[in-house]
């Protein structure tokens, strides 16, 4: 499986980003999906994840109610929809799959992992 994120950029504080991640292969709809985070001279942390069907998905405390996963399993992407963007949302954001677990907000639960693409919101 590959992964493609794409979407990042600069932003002001309080503006809206959607990012996306495309994935390679016909089993897409196999995998959890999740989107993870590290900013600069930090640990990776868990953003959100969404299952297989999409029919759940599992946010961060951080950004629950600001930011929507979702996947379009006919498109083989998943989606990072994030509003009301705040200086600390500032990291370089990684899609991955899982192929084993229904569900995870744990990086170790992951197997493939895209590139990353940065987001920078000033203040």
């Known amino acids: 499986v590959q992964l493609q994120a794409f979407g990042g950029g600069l932003v002001q504080a309080g503006d809206s980003l959607t990012l996306s991640c495309a994935a390679s292969g016909r089993t897409f709809s196999r995998y959890a999906m999740g989107w993870f985070r590290q900013a600069p001279g930090k640990e990776r942390e868990f953003v959100a994840t969404?299952?297989?069907?999409?029919?759940?998905?599992y946010y961060a405390n951080s950004v629950r109610g600001r930011f929507t996963i979702s996947r379009d399993n006919a498109k083989n992407t998943v989606y990072l929809q994030m509003n009301s963007l705040k200086p600390e949302d500032t990291a370089v954001y990684y899609c991955?799959?899982?192929?084993?677990?229904?569900?995870?907000?744990?990086?170790?639960?992951?197997?493939?992992w895209g590139q990353g693409t940065e987001v920078t919101v000033s203040s």
């Open positions: 969404i299952t297989r069907s999409g029919d759940s998905t």
């Open positions: 991955a799959a899982s192929t084993v677990y229904s569900i995870s907000f744990m990086s170790t639960a992951y197997n493939y």
